[in-house]
């Protein structure tokens, strides 16, 4: 149990488009789930929080209106980088929080590349 | 701020050899949580300490949380290749509802 799926795992787009992440947790449901963003050989870095059925929360120095968050229903957030650009190539990380517990489940992460 | 920070950066072992990995925060932790990442993958969750000077195994792994909550370790007796990875270490800012990562420790073990 506790799987967590991202869709899609890699996508290369050019310079100025938009791209859409899905972040799915498969056998439970998630009230909060988290985005990250991780550089290579560096640690995950929290962008936000998104809480279904409100606003996402944004960490220091994230833009909102460049990544936006939509938290739908209890097992689907999406991210959506905006206006793409060569430095928001990076892989990207959900992980979503059973409603019981402190653990976190993890996704397999998209490797966006932006040329 | 607070700040969660680990050592080594690196660690190259033979295989067998044990290895450990430090994690220090700058203000006292209420929890503490250990994530395994293989390269290529994602972080897959280990384990979580709440009580000081908390010490769990799992196998050839041994976790501890300081006396004073302020850090911890992760202990890998004879490590094995399948132990290779980024080992970091958490903090559940449950007030908060989210995790923050050390930067971690990545382990090479030689064959």
């Known amino acids: 149990g506790a799987v967590v799926s991202q869709h899609p795992s890699r996508v290369i787009c050019k310079s100025g488009t938009s791209v859409k992440i899905e972040c799915r947790s498969l056998?439970?449901?998630?009230?909060?789930m988290f985005w990250y963003r991780q550089f290579p050989k560096q640690s995950l870095m929290l962008m936000a929080t998104?809480?279904?059925?409100?606003?996402?929360?944004?960490e220091q120095g994230v833009e909102k209106d460049k990544f936006l968050i939509n938290h739908a229903s209890l097992t689907l957030s999406t991210l959506t980088v905006t206006s793409a650009h060569p430095e928001d190539s990076s892989f990207y990380i959900c992980?979503?929080?059973?409603?019981?517990?402190?653990?976190?489940?993890f996704g397999p992460g998209t490797r966006l590349t932006v040329t | 701020g607070q700040q969660v920070m680990q050592i080594p950066q690196y660690q190259h072992v033979q295989e067998g050899e044990d290895f450990t990995t430090y994690c220090n925060s700058s203000?006292?932790?209420?929890?503490i949580q250990w994530y395994k990442q293989r390269p290529g993958g994602h972080p897959v969750f280990l384990i979580q300490?709440?009580?000081?000077?908390e010490v769990k195994k799992q196998k050839r792994l041994t976790f501890q949380f300081g006396e004073a909550k302020k850090n911890s370790s992760l202990h890998i007796t004879a490590t094995q290749t399948t132990d290779v990875g980024t080992y970091f270490c958490?903090?559940?800012?449950?007030?908060?509802?989210?995790?923050?990562f050390g930067p971690g420790t990545s382990l090479s073990v030689i064959p």
């Open positions: 992980s979503a929080k059973p409603l019981q517990g402190s653990e976190q489940y």
């Open positions: 056998d439970f449901q998630a009230t909060t």
């Open positions: 998104s809480n279904e059925g409100s606003k996402a929360t944004y």
């Open positions: 203000t006292t932790l209420s929890n």
């Open positions: 300490l709440v009580k000081s000077g």
């Open positions: 958490a903090d559940p800012k449950t007030s908060y509802d989210k995790v923050i």
